[in-house]
Each structure stands twice: as C-alpha cells, then as structure tokens.
C-alpha cells in the first residue's frame, strides 16, 4: 500500500471477491440464517477460488498474501450482503498462530485445509467469570504421565463450534494459575471425550452460532500445543491484532452495504415533488456515515500495514482505532438507513432490520469499544490505569 492507495493486485482480489459475494448476496445470507442452514456453499467456493487462504504462506497450499488481504477479502463478502463470520476466526487467528508458532509438521498438517477451506477451526478465549479481563482466565491445562495434557474449564460466547474441527483453545499451565496470563494454545478436536458445547440463543440473523464449552478432563496429545507454554502473551496477541483488524473489514463492509441501500432508496423515493434525497435532513447524515467509513476503512488498512511490516505494538494501537471507527460507523450508519427508509426500514423485505443487532454487536466484540478506550488512553495518551 503507497500513497493511501492500494495496489492494483488487491484491487483486482475486492473485485473478484466482490463478484463472489454479489452471487450469493443478501437473500441468500438471510435464508440460511431463517433456515437454520450454513453458508457452506459460499465457503467452499472462497476455498476453492484461494481467497479464505489468501494470507496463507504459499508452500502450505496459500496464496502468500498478508492480513490486508484476507481483511479485502473480509470486507468485499459483507458489503455484498454475505458477510463470513468465521473468516475472523478460522484463517485470521487460528491460521496466523499456527504460521507463526507451529511446528513444521503441524503447519503442514493444518494449513492446507485452513487455506482450502476444507478444514474449519473455531477459536475459544473468552470466559463467563473473566469478561473483558482476559488475565482471569482459568480455564488449565495440567501435564500428564505420558508427556499430554489434561484440559479442564468453560468458555463462552465461541462462535461456529459446530462448523469446526477444531478449537484454539486460550488456558493457563497448572503452574501459571494466578498473576498476569501466561497464555498455552492448544488445538482440542470437537470429538475429544470430554469436551461438549452448548448453544446460546441469540437475537443475531446469522447461519454462525454462538456456544458456550465445557472441558472435563480433556486429554490431549502433546502435539496439540500449538508454540511454547512458556512463550508468553506474544504468541495470543498475534492472533488478536489480526482479530480486530478483520472484525473492523466485517464491520466496514456491513456498514457499505446498509449505505448503499439507504443511498439508493433516497434517490428513488418521492415525496412530494422531489426524491428525498434532496433534503439535507436526509442527504447530510448519509454524507457523515460516507466519512465515516472511509476513516474507519483506512485505519484499517494502515493497521495492516503496520502488522505486515512487524511494528506490534503501532499496529495494536492502529487495529484497536480501526475496530472503535468501524463499530461506531456501521451502528450509525444502520441507523441512519432504517430513519431514511421511514417505516419501510423496519420491514423485513428492505433487509436492514435484520443488521440492527449485527451491526451493534460491532460495539462488543472482539473488543468492546469500552476497551479500546482504555487501551488508547493508557498506552497512546499515558493515563494512569483505573483497574
């Protein structure tokens, strides 16, 4: 990316992706969802077109781009009414970690189907009693006899569990149970004895489902620790920033979407004698949401950026400003939409009821906007912590 401008291969990937995502569209979406089906056809071709293993090294079966392409990818599918929840998850976190931390044999043995998208991991940090406090986490894991591990605890709110193979689960070591979090990985199979998951019902219009997880005494092979125990927080936070810079893509291209529907209602739509778009009343707030999104697209690429070119920590800051611009610019702009369309905006044919909790979800997670304030405030401005 050179002077704010993307290059003309990433360009040529929204197109086609956008051409993709323009196949299925938002009926498509909205039906699986009402239907309780997945978007499995979508995926699979994403797989086989290269595009879920876009940021994939290429010996691995990828296509050896970087975040900002996955994250184009990420943002083309929603703005065409088909948004793919679990490429946050499953080739953003999940594959980064094993590209960065994992041995040969399980780069090999993980990679390829995450770049295909034959193979679907989900990925499991957050707890019920921890929140928003991540150094809570108790979820463990204990050393067997046989070199294994031992993996008891919960997790909450884990998406598209019952899509996955696996789950990149966040625990503690035995001797790590209290003090900062000293983050072990482990990749559990969903058909590991022990492990179940539990639905939670939720008021989102989406084929991906939300779970909480129970590991009772999970035993697990050694080979399942993906990098070291003793690797620290660097090896979960290279996940984490590419989270938020993908959850702001998810973001951003449902917020494009929603204008794009407003926009053209207030062109068509008359009242009176002139389409209602004319009126300032209508015309300035979808101008504000037009800015508003590009700032919020733009962070997010120069987020990218500055993880593509190893600068963490600027790219923790810049990935957790693009998320806070992108949740706050689609849950305005969503707003905006439904007032455009009058009464019509809450009328399921017109699409846009269905983003209200979508699109305020943003606001949530993978961060909570809460959060982001507070990283901004302690690390960018150096105010002292209140917790």
């Not at 293993?53 to 010996?59: D, F, I, L, S």
């Not at 090896?235 to 590419?242: D, I, M, T």
């Not at 070119?309 to 806070?324: L, P, Q, S, V």
Request: hydrophobic share 40%; charged share 20%; with cysteine.
């Amino acid at each position: 990316m050179n002077n704010f401008t993307e290059t003309e291969e990433r360009l040529a990937l929204r197109k086609a992706v956008s051409d993709l995502g323009k196949k299925f569209g938002r009926d498509y979406f909205e039906q699986a969802a009402k239907h309780g089906r997945k978007t499995t056809e979508l995926w699979e071709e994403a797989g086989k077109l290269g595009y879920l293993g876009v940021a994939v090294p290429e010996e691995f079966g990828g296509g050896g781009g970087d975040i900002g392409d996955l994250a184009a990818v990420c943002e083309e599918l929603a703005a065409a009414g088909s948004p793919l929840l679990l490429m946050v998850v499953s080739p953003a976190i999940v594959g980064t970690i094993i590209a960065q931390f994992g041995t040969q044999e399980q780069k090999e043995r993980w990679l390829p189907g995450l770049a295909d998208g034959t193979s679907t991991f989900a990925f499991g940090i957050t707890e019920p009693d921890a929140g928003s406090n991540s150094h809570k986490i108790i979820t463990t894991a204990y050393r067997t006899d046989d070199g294994g591990w031992r993996l008891t605890g919960t997790k909450t709110y884990i998406s598209g569990v019952d899509e996955a193979s696996h789950v990149l689960v966040v625990a503690r070591t035995e001797d790590a149970k209290t003090g900062n979090l000293k983050p072990a990985l482990f990749l559990v199979p969903v058909d590991s004895k022990g492990f179940t998951h539990q639905e939670i019902d939720m008021g989102l219009t989406s084929p991906e489902k939300q779970f909480t997880l129970f590991f009772d005494d999970v035993l697990l092979p050694a080979d399942t620790l993906i990098g070291s125990e003793d690797a620290g927080i660097d090896q979960l936070f290279a996940g984490l920033n590419p989270e938020r810079i993908m959850g702001a893509s998810f973001a951003t291209g449902t917020a494009r979407l929603a204008l794009a529907k407003a926009t053209e209602y207030a062109k068509d739509r008359q009242v009176w004698k002139a389409p209602i778009g004319s009126h300032q009343a209508i015309a300035h707030p979808l101008a504000e949401s037009y800015i508003e999104i590009e700032m919020a697209r733009l962070m997010t690429q120069k987020a990218a950026a500055l993880y593509v070119a190893g600068d963490f920590m600027a790219a923790g800051e810049a990935a957790n400003m693009a998320k806070y611009a992108a949740g706050e610019a689609v849950c305005n702009v969503v707003d905006r939409a439904i007032q455009t369309h009058g009464g019509n905006g809450l009328a399921n044919e017109y699409g846009l009821v269905q983003m209200l909790a979508g699109s305020r979800l943003s606001r949530i997670a993978p961060v909570s906007k809460e959060m982001v304030l507070n990283f901004i405030a302690q690390f960018s401005l150096g105010l002292p912590k209140s917790y």
